[in-house]
Structures are given as structure tokens and as C-alpha cells.
């Protein structure tokens, strides 16, 4: 009976063992940093080990969600605010894991690249069309004085009319 009873508490203990190792050996997103390079946005995210994630698109708000099962943030991972692409990120954690949630602005597009461990998500801004100039555009004015002439030199864009003498 005593045996029974010690092969039971082992086969107890070893099975509660079994339930708390994935919790002790969760991977975790120690950094994020947000880079602007040009128009462009750049998110690195360090993790420890690798680690398997879902990706999310939801909207209104367009927003990139990525969840990592059984993963911890690191203290140092805190909210990020972004200029472009990137409204701003959040990440949180629960007891599923954590998520890293990624607000976008109005037609924003993202690529994920894994380098190792880590993640490197790249946000393109939506490209504005270029503003179109009616008329003519002075980038210079230079003003010589020629004797009873004053000569004017005007330089700059759209300037196809000929206007050689001014009365």
C-alpha cells in the first residue's frame, strides 16, 4: 500500500512537472525598436528563441496584429509611437502569450522578414500623388545694375514664356 501510494505522489509530481515546463521555458520578446529610414518604417523585434506567431489584419482602424503563444515581454518592451506607416504599437501579455498589435495609417503596407530568432516588419507609407504647379515657379532672382539698364534674371521651373524686355 505504501508503494502504491509513493508511485502515485511520483506519477502525480511528474505530471506536474510536465504541465509547468512549457511556462518556464516560454520564449521571450526582450526588444523592440522602430527605426524611420526615409518614408519608410522599420520594426525590429528580439526574441530569445524562435518562436511560432499568427498574423492578424483587422480594421477600423487597419491594424496588424501578431500573436506569440506562450511568450513574455521584457520590461524594457514598452508602447512605441510611429511617424509614417505606424500610428502607434502596443504590446501586451497574458497568460496565452504575448501580442504585439500595430496600428497603421490609411493604406499602409507591411512585409515580416525572420532573421534568426527575431522579426523585421517593414511599413511603407500609402504614396501620395505628387502635387501638381500651375504656372511658373521662381527658385532665384538676380538683379544686375547695367548703367541706365537694370537687368533682371529670373531662374526656376515653368518659365516657357520669352520675357526679355519688362516696361
Given at each position: 500500500m505504501?508503494?502504491?501510494v509513493?508511485h502515485?505522489?511520483?506519477?502525480?509530481?511528474?505530471?506536474?512537472m510536465?504541465l509547468?515546463?512549457p511556462?518556464?521555458?516560454?520564449?521571450?520578446?526582450?526588444a523592440m525598436?522602430?527605426?524611420?529610414?526615409g518614408?519608410n518604417?522599420?520594426?525590429h523585434?528580439?526574441?530569445?528563441?524562435?518562436?511560432?506567431y499568427?498574423v492578424?489584419?483587422?480594421e477600423?482602424?487597419?491594424?496588424l496584429v501578431?500573436?506569440?503563444?506562450a511568450?513574455?515581454?521584457?520590461p524594457e518592451?514598452i508602447?512605441l509611437?510611429?511617424k509614417n506607416?505606424?500610428?502607434?504599437?502596443?504590446?501586451?501579455a497574458?497568460s496565452?502569450?504575448?501580442?504585439?498589435?500595430?496600428?497603421?495609417?490609411a493604406?499602409?503596407t507591411?512585409?515580416?522578414?525572420?532573421?534568426?530568432?527575431?522579426?523585421?516588419?517593414?511599413?511603407?507609407?500609402?504614396?501620395?500623388?505628387?502635387?501638381?504647379?500651375?504656372?511658373?515657379?521662381?527658385?532665384?532672382?538676380?538683379?544686375?545694375?547695367?548703367?541706365?539698364?537694370?537687368e533682371?534674371?529670373?531662374?526656376?521651373?515653368?518659365m516657357?514664356?520669352n520675357?526679355?524686355?519688362?516696361?
Amino acid at each position: 500500500m505504501k508503494s502504491t501510494v509513493r508511485h502515485l505522489c511520483y506519477a502525480v509530481v511528474t505530471m506536474f512537472m510536465c504541465l509547468l515546463s512549457p511556462a518556464v521555458h516560454a520564449a521571450t520578446i526582450q526588444a523592440m525598436n522602430l527605426l524611420l529610414e526615409g518614408g519608410n518604417e522599420n520594426l525590429h523585434v528580439s526574441i530569445d528563441e524562435a518562436v511560432a506567431y499568427q498574423v492578424f489584419n483587422l480594421e477600423g482602424p487597419s491594424r496588424l496584429v501578431i500573436q506569440f503563444p506562450a511568450t513574455t515581454l521584457a520590461p524594457e518592451v514598452i508602447l512605441l509611437k510611429g511617424k509614417n506607416a505606424v500610428d502607434q504599437i502596443v504590446p501586451t501579455a497574458d497568460s496565452d502569450g504575448a501580442r504585439v498589435e500595430v496600428t497603421l495609417t490609411a493604406g499602409s503596407t507591411y512585409q515580416i522578414t525572420e532573421k534568426g530568432n527575431d522579426l523585421l516588419l517593414s511599413f511603407k507609407p500609402k504614396l501620395q500623388p505628387a502635387q501638381t504647379v500651375v504656372g511658373a515657379v521662381i527658385h532665384d532672382i538676380e538683379v544686375r545694375d547695367q548703367g541706365k539698364v537694370t537687368e533682371l534674371i529670373l531662374r526656376g521651373e515653368h518659365m516657357d514664356a520669352n520675357h526679355n524686355a519688362l516696361v
